[in-house]
């Protein structure tokens, strides 16, 4: 096997991880507060890649730990977001189709943000995601569910957090900015969660279980088979290959909580689908031609 087919396998898996852990998420907020697992979650799985990066994290100027700790905190606005919409959703497709918009969002947001202005592809995608989200919200009429509407707030911060993170890529190690932004979450959400939530006097082994499994395999795991895999992927092959995740989200919400599909909804992630497909191709064909030149 090739090493570009392995690393194609490699994030295959990943978006396996990465939808296996909304329902580890879904099932350790059963036991857990929202932002109490959140806070958990995230602060345990930077201390799972602290020892990796630690002398780098040491290293760093004060401006560019400062502007990685404002990055967390975008990062920590989305996730949170998301918990919630979780927490009020009584499934997991339509969110993972949603959030998946997060790509389309991020040059809408860049836009303002640093006046780049978004390319032609966009504004055919678009249009197509627009129509497939309406169909998602067509249920005996026209019906706009409470998650829905925190799930695409969350996509929306998950956009701006993007952005900003490209740029501080630019000058911080991945697995720094990774570690110092999940503990930066983490510490957000246990913050919020004292002051707002009510812990459980008992949480069952089960669902300590879940949670084992959504900071190991869902967070630090997942995480770590991406890394990999995008860095000896062809990055247009890895940009498609992480459009699966809510395909597999979608296959096991439907296998873990029986969650019905009616055709409205089918044909909504369907256009959502496609419009990021052809976002992702249309970005890709672009900068290939800029190579080119």
């Not at 780098?56 to 977001?81: E, H, M, P, R, Y």
């Not at 919630?84 to 303002?112: H, K, R, T």
Request: charged share 10%; hydrophobic share 55%.
């Amino acid at each position: 096997m090739t090493p570009n087919r392995r690393a194609d396998l490699i994030l295959i898996l990943a978006t396996l991880l990465a939808s296996a852990g909304w329902v580890f998420s879904k099932e350790s907020i059963q036991g857990l507060a929202p932002f109490q697992f959140v806070g958990l979650r995230f602060v345990l799985a930077a201390l799972c890649l602290l020892p990796f990066c630690y002398a780098d994290i040491k290293a760093l100027s004060k401006s560019n730990l400062l502007k990685t700790l404002g990055v967390g905190c975008l990062l920590a606005s989305s996730q949170l977001l998301w918990i919630y919409a979780i927490s009020v959703s009584d499934g997991l497709s339509e969110g993972a189709f949603i959030m998946s918009l997060a790509m389309l969002f991020v040059p809408l947001v860049g836009w303002p943000l640093f006046k780049i202005a978004p390319p032609r592809i966009f504004w055919l995608s678009l249009p197509i995601a627009i129509v497939g989200l309406m169909l998602l919200s067509l249920s005996n009429g026209w019906q706009q569910s409470t998650s829905q509407v925190w799930f695409i707030l969350s996509a929306v911060m998950l956009a701006i957090h993007f952005n900003f993170n490209s740029r501080s890529a630019q000058k911080i190690s991945p697995l720094s900015l990774t570690c110092i932004q999940l503990f930066v979450t983490g510490f957000i959400g246990l913050s919020i969660s004292i002051n707002t939530e009510v812990w459980p006097q008992q949480v069952s082994s089960d669902i300590w279980i879940w949670f084992a499994m959504s900071v190991l395999i869902a967070t630090s795991l997942r995480y770590l088979m991406q890394t990999l895999g995008q860095k000896h992927s062809v990055a247009a092959n890895a940009a498609i290959i992480m459009v699966l995740e809510p395909i597999w989200t979608v296959i096991l919400s439907i296998m873990w909580y029986d969650e019905p599909m009616p055709l409205n909804k089918i044909l909504g992630c369907l256009l959502i689908f496609s419009s990021l497909l052809i976002y992702r191709r249309g970005t890709t064909i672009n900068n290939l031609k800029v190579i080119k030149k």
